[in-house]
């Protein structure tokens, strides 16, 4: 038998494999994999999970999966990270599909998204039915999770944007604490006057050169903007979401105090300076104070990876209004399309649980250092204490508590294109003296009520 | 048709089984992906909803969206960047074209800038454009200028990155380089003996004998400058006020961070038909400037 391929079995298998090709092109994969097809795996159950993050989030998840099916035999979980962009153009594609993972993490705009587009299922009932074990009021950030009084979730993380300072700077300079300010007198002894004063005493030109050095202030970003406006008495929306208010009196007088710090008070550097990429910035000790999120930030403790000076966390200074703090979760919500509800709700309910953090955190899994506490009993657990003794935990547990409104995110159309492309963007202008406070702020609402009107 | 012999026929399958593989290629993920898109183009998505059809809504759109007018107006003035690079890429392609020591480390450094990651390019610009530290800033301090802010500078972020991109002229170059030595030396010798100047040498040889380059690189230097979206996403994220929201960039926020997938299709759309457009004009006029040998 001849073993030479003819060029007529050749054509022959390369149609066949075309064929194949395309139907494989055209396949749509299941949603969840049930298990084995023998008879003794019949009982097991897989449920997907999937969550943004990094690879380092990977033996977390996987570990997490372990100790759930440890307590939960037949039913595993499987891991899917994604990092940010493909996770928020993915899931989005997979919840439309109908084929999302059993659960998934959604930060507050893909979880708005989420509900108004059936891809989730209330979980208020599972809740009730969990009773005290599962003990509702311990969780933060409610508000995220509820539409029209419905829970759609429990948090996977929960994070604070606060501001961090350099304690050792200060120290040297002689000046009180922020910490110490907000602490002992409040919004009286921690407000934008004793942010500026402050923040003159402490920029400086350390070389002789006539050229600023060392910063007070790094900048505020989309999220601590947001806080600053509110802090203020401003609001981007009114109640009913149909109208732009971000160029009222008071959110303008929150926009002025931004900008001045740039062109008046000169305590932050200008946005053209692109500081940061010149290494001035808070971890080169060359900013005094800077935004930070409470759940990346404090990676920063971590052996191996600390700063050369102390630092800690304060709340963004009280305006008028008092202090306000943008905080956020990812929710952990149970797909639509799940065959398998009820097990992936009990995954959520470990995933969130204050189990998860301290069995996690005794096989080295250390949850303070990726994710936010997910219920204020965590906020007395070694497992938060212990790899974060060195901050004032009290002071992240505030941001929860100053986290007004609640959910901070606004439910409106199109959320983070409102506040991190039209706020920033008019914020930058006010800050580069492009604009004046209130141009910017009337060009913000300008082109809010035209995406409100889009979305009408 | 129906004359044609058995041979004929079997040649056709044969060649049609040959590129299959190609064939199933294009249609499942470029022509396929392409009508998608043109249908989500007539509709209003966000990604995660029902889509809902509009019929042309999102083209209509388009007339009263500033942001659109804004992005093609700054991605046309960024065409600015292909003549510049056409002239230096040949200017030196002319220099690499000669027979000097260590002309292979030079071609290779000019060239290296070209394969280099966007990214990297971008975050090493960063630099060179900061208003206080930049190299570009602190020689113009030496001979008594103040620099701008560059990239923060409504005024001169474009212009910036119309600079920069003069960084990737190896591509082109190495292209000219390839259509230098591809012209016989004889036409050089001759005119020499007529007593023909280097310019004149230049003017009526070396570009004539060129101008098929000179047609690709420019085709593809427009195609690319529509295209451009790293330096922007990275750099300037659109702005300072958007004066560096190319139309890519715009098409992608549109797309990936602000889910309006239905306008952005049409974005695309639209996109594909400017190209169109600008590409059929260089080729109808190709014909009076571009020389091909043999006719």
């Given at each position: 038998m001849s073993t030479q391929l003819s060029r007529r079995s050749m054509l022959k298998w390369m149609a066949a494999g075309s064929t194949t090709a395309a139907l494989a092109a055209c396949a749509v994969p299941a949603a969840?994999?049930?298990?084995?097809?023998?008879m003794a795996d019949m009982e097991d159950i897989t449920i997907g999970w999937a969550r943004h993050g990094s690879e380092g989030d990977v033996p977390t998840e996987t570990g997490l999966a372990e100790l759930f099916k440890s307590k939960n035999p037949g039913v595993s979980v499987e891991p899917l990270v994604l990092p940010w962009g493909d996770y928020n153009t993915k899931i989005p594609v997979m919840v439309a599909g109908g084929t999302a993972p059993d659960t998934f993490g959604c930060h507050p705009a893909l979880m708005a998204e989420t509900h108004t587009a059936g891809g989730s299922i209330p979980l208020t009932d599972f809740i009730d039915a969990y009773g005290a074990d599962l003990n509702y009021d311990d969780v933060v950030y409610h508000g995220d999770a509820l539409f029209d009084g419905v829970v759609f979730g429990l948090p996977q993380k929960s994070c604070t944007h606060q501001l961090r300072y350099n304690k050792t700077l200060l120290e040297e300079a002689g000046m009180p604490s922020p910490g110490d300010l907000y602490w002992e007198q409040g919004a009286d002894g921690w407000n934008w006057n004793t942010f500026i004063e402050m923040g003159k005493e402490l920029t400086k030109d350390l070389d002789g050169d006539g050229e600023t050095d060392q910063y007070f202030y790094g900048g505020s970003g989309g999220t601590n903007q947001l806080a600053t406006i509110r802090a203020a008495g401003g609001e981007v929306f009114d109640e009913a979401i149909s109208t732009c208010t971000i160029n009222s009196p008071d959110a303008v007088e929150g926009i002025k105090f931004m900008a001045d710090l740039v062109l008046e008070h000169k305590i932050q550097p200008p946005p053209e300076m692109q500081a940061s990429e010149l290494g001035i910035n808070f971890n080169t000790g060359k900013i005094v104070m800077a935004g930070g999120t409470t759940c990346d930030s404090v990676r920063d403790l971590r052996e191996g990876y600390e700063l050369p000076f102390e630092w800690d966390f304060v709340l963004v200074p009280a305006g008028k209004a008092g202090f306000r703090c943008w905080g956020d979760t990812d929710q952990i919500v149970v797909s639509s399309s799940s065959e398998h509800a009820q097990e992936a709700f009990d995954w959520s309910v470990y995933r969130s649980s204050l189990d998860a953090w301290e069995e996690g955190y005794d096989s080295g899994i250390k949850l303070a250092f990726s994710d936010g506490p997910t219920r204020y009993s965590i906020f007395e657990s070694k497992a938060y204490t212990e790899p974060l003794g060195a901050l004032d935990i009290p002071m992240i547990r505030e941001g929860y508590i100053n986290t007004i409104p609640n959910p901070f995110v606004p439910r409106s159309p199109q959320p983070y294109r409102v506040l991190f492309t039209v706020m920033t963007t008019e914020v930058d202008n006010a800050l580069r003296g492009a604009k004046t406070a209130q141009e910017a702020a009337d060009d913000m609402c300008a082109q809010i009520e035209e995406i409100l009107a889009e979305n009408t | 048709m129906l004359g044609k012999s058995k041979l004929y026929w079997k040649n056709v399958f044969e060649g049609y089984a040959f590129i299959s593989l190609w064939i199933v290629g294009f249609v499942v993920f470029t022509a396929g992906a392409l009508l998608g898109s043109f249908s989500i183009s007539l509709t209003k998505w966000n990604i995660v909803g029902t889509p809902e059809f509009i019929g042309i809504g999102n083209y209509q759109k388009m007339i009263e969206d500033e942001f659109f007018w804004k992005s093609l107006k700054v991605t046309l003035i960024f065409l600015l960047n292909v003549p510049l690079n056409l002239a230096l890429g040949l200017f030196l392609a002319m220099l690499l074209n000669q027979k000097i020591r260590l002309i292979g480390l030079f071609r290779t450094l000019f060239y290296l800038p070209s394969v280099t990651a966007g990214v990297a390019v971008s975050l090493l610009w960063l630099w060179i454009f900061n208003p206080r530290f930049g190299v570009i800033n602190v020689l113009l301090k030496y001979i008594g200028i103040k620099g701008p802010a560059w990239l923060g500078s409504e005024t001169w972020a474009l212009p910036a990155l119309i600079v920069m991109s003069v960084w990737g002229v190896g591509g082109g170059m190495l292209i000219y380089l390839g259509a230098l030595q591809g012209i016989p030396t004889a036409f050089y010798e001759a005119a020499t003996l007529d007593g023909a100047s280097a310019f004149q040498k230049f003017r009526r040889i070396t570009v004539p004998m060129i101008t098929p380059v000179l047609l690709l690189n420019l085709i593809m230097g427009v195609i690319g400058s529509f295209q451009v979206f790293t330096q922007a996403f990275i750099m300037t994220k659109g702005g300072p006020n958007y004066a560096t929201l190319f139309y890519v960039l715009y098409l992608y926020q549109n797309a990936f961070q602000w889910f309006n997938m239905g306008y952005a299709s049409a974005l695309a759309w639209v996109l594909f038909l400017v190209i169109l457009a600008f590409t059929f004009l260089i080729l109808r006029t190709s014909s009076s400037w571009v020389y091909y040998e043999g006719g």
């Amino acid at each position: 038998m001849s073993t030479q391929l003819s060029r007529r079995s050749m054509l022959k298998w390369m149609a066949a494999g075309s064929t194949t090709a395309a139907l494989a092109a055209c396949a749509v994969p299941a949603a969840t994999d049930s298990g084995g097809g023998d008879m003794a795996d019949m009982e097991d159950i897989t449920i997907g999970w999937a969550r943004h993050g990094s690879e380092g989030d990977v033996p977390t998840e996987t570990g997490l999966a372990e100790l759930f099916k440890s307590k939960n035999p037949g039913v595993s979980v499987e891991p899917l990270v994604l990092p940010w962009g493909d996770y928020n153009t993915k899931i989005p594609v997979m919840v439309a599909g109908g084929t999302a993972p059993d659960t998934f993490g959604c930060h507050p705009a893909l979880m708005a998204e989420t509900h108004t587009a059936g891809g989730s299922i209330p979980l208020t009932d599972f809740i009730d039915a969990y009773g005290a074990d599962l003990n509702y009021d311990d969780v933060v950030y409610h508000g995220d999770a509820l539409f029209d009084g419905v829970v759609f979730g429990l948090p996977q993380k929960s994070c604070t944007h606060q501001l961090r300072y350099n304690k050792t700077l200060l120290e040297e300079a002689g000046m009180p604490s922020p910490g110490d300010l907000y602490w002992e007198q409040g919004a009286d002894g921690w407000n934008w006057n004793t942010f500026i004063e402050m923040g003159k005493e402490l920029t400086k030109d350390l070389d002789g050169d006539g050229e600023t050095d060392q910063y007070f202030y790094g900048g505020s970003g989309g999220t601590n903007q947001l806080a600053t406006i509110r802090a203020a008495g401003g609001e981007v929306f009114d109640e009913a979401i149909s109208t732009c208010t971000i160029n009222s009196p008071d959110a303008v007088e929150g926009i002025k105090f931004m900008a001045d710090l740039v062109l008046e008070h000169k305590i932050q550097p200008p946005p053209e300076m692109q500081a940061s990429e010149l290494g001035i910035n808070f971890n080169t000790g060359k900013i005094v104070m800077a935004g930070g999120t409470t759940c990346d930030s404090v990676r920063d403790l971590r052996e191996g990876y600390e700063l050369p000076f102390e630092w800690d966390f304060v709340l963004v200074p009280a305006g008028k209004a008092g202090f306000r703090c943008w905080g956020d979760t990812d929710q952990i919500v149970v797909s639509s399309s799940s065959e398998h509800a009820q097990e992936a709700f009990d995954w959520s309910v470990y995933r969130s649980s204050l189990d998860a953090w301290e069995e996690g955190y005794d096989s080295g899994i250390k949850l303070a250092f990726s994710d936010g506490p997910t219920r204020y009993s965590i906020f007395e657990s070694k497992a938060y204490t212990e790899p974060l003794g060195a901050l004032d935990i009290p002071m992240i547990r505030e941001g929860y508590i100053n986290t007004i409104p609640n959910p901070f995110v606004p439910r409106s159309p199109q959320p983070y294109r409102v506040l991190f492309t039209v706020m920033t963007t008019e914020v930058d202008n006010a800050l580069r003296g492009a604009k004046t406070a209130q141009e910017a702020a009337d060009d913000m609402c300008a082109q809010i009520e035209e995406i409100l009107a889009e979305n009408t | 048709m129906l004359g044609k012999s058995k041979l004929y026929w079997k040649n056709v399958f044969e060649g049609y089984a040959f590129i299959s593989l190609w064939i199933v290629g294009f249609v499942v993920f470029t022509a396929g992906a392409l009508l998608g898109s043109f249908s989500i183009s007539l509709t209003k998505w966000n990604i995660v909803g029902t889509p809902e059809f509009i019929g042309i809504g999102n083209y209509q759109k388009m007339i009263e969206d500033e942001f659109f007018w804004k992005s093609l107006k700054v991605t046309l003035i960024f065409l600015l960047n292909v003549p510049l690079n056409l002239a230096l890429g040949l200017f030196l392609a002319m220099l690499l074209n000669q027979k000097i020591r260590l002309i292979g480390l030079f071609r290779t450094l000019f060239y290296l800038p070209s394969v280099t990651a966007g990214v990297a390019v971008s975050l090493l610009w960063l630099w060179i454009f900061n208003p206080r530290f930049g190299v570009i800033n602190v020689l113009l301090k030496y001979i008594g200028i103040k620099g701008p802010a560059w990239l923060g500078s409504e005024t001169w972020a474009l212009p910036a990155l119309i600079v920069m991109s003069v960084w990737g002229v190896g591509g082109g170059m190495l292209i000219y380089l390839g259509a230098l030595q591809g012209i016989p030396t004889a036409f050089y010798e001759a005119a020499t003996l007529d007593g023909a100047s280097a310019f004149q040498k230049f003017r009526r040889i070396t570009v004539p004998m060129i101008t098929p380059v000179l047609l690709l690189n420019l085709i593809m230097g427009v195609i690319g400058s529509f295209q451009v979206f790293t330096q922007a996403f990275i750099m300037t994220k659109g702005g300072p006020n958007y004066a560096t929201l190319f139309y890519v960039l715009y098409l992608y926020q549109n797309a990936f961070q602000w889910f309006n997938m239905g306008y952005a299709s049409a974005l695309a759309w639209v996109l594909f038909l400017v190209i169109l457009a600008f590409t059929f004009l260089i080729l109808r006029t190709s014909s009076s400037w571009v020389y091909y040998e043999g006719g």
